[in-house]
């Protein structure tokens, strides 16, 4: 499985990711091991999307990633 997933820190800062190994991933976050969101305060993990096709998970977080993907995500999904 291909997973889109949202990180949101306590300042509410949003951070938008992929991962094929979602656990693992998100246990890279909360520890600090992740160079993005290093500096995240308190990161939650709040939402995910699992995908069977790797490009479709990819386009979907470049377009979270996007003006208007962000303002969806705000608006739908946390």
């Known amino acids: 499985m ?3 997933y949202i990180l949101q820190d306590a300042v509410d800062k ?7 190994e ?5 246990g890279n976050h909360a520890r600090g091991e992740v160079s993005t969101t ?3 305060r ?3 993990f709040i ?3 699992a995908f069977t096709n790797k490009k ?3 386009n979907f977080e470049k377009y979270l990633k996007a003006g ?7 608006k739908h999904l946390i």
């Open 14 to 20: 949003l951070y938008f990711g992929y991962s094929n």
């Open 68 to 74: 208007s993907g962000h303002a969806f995500a705000r």
């Open 2 to 4: 291909h997973y889109v």
């Open 47 to 49: 939402w995910y999307c």
């Open 22 to 26: 979602l656990k693992q991933r998100i």
């Open 56 to 58: 479709k998970a990819l």
């Open 42 to 44: 308190e990161p939650r």
């Open 38 to 40: 290093k500096t995240y």
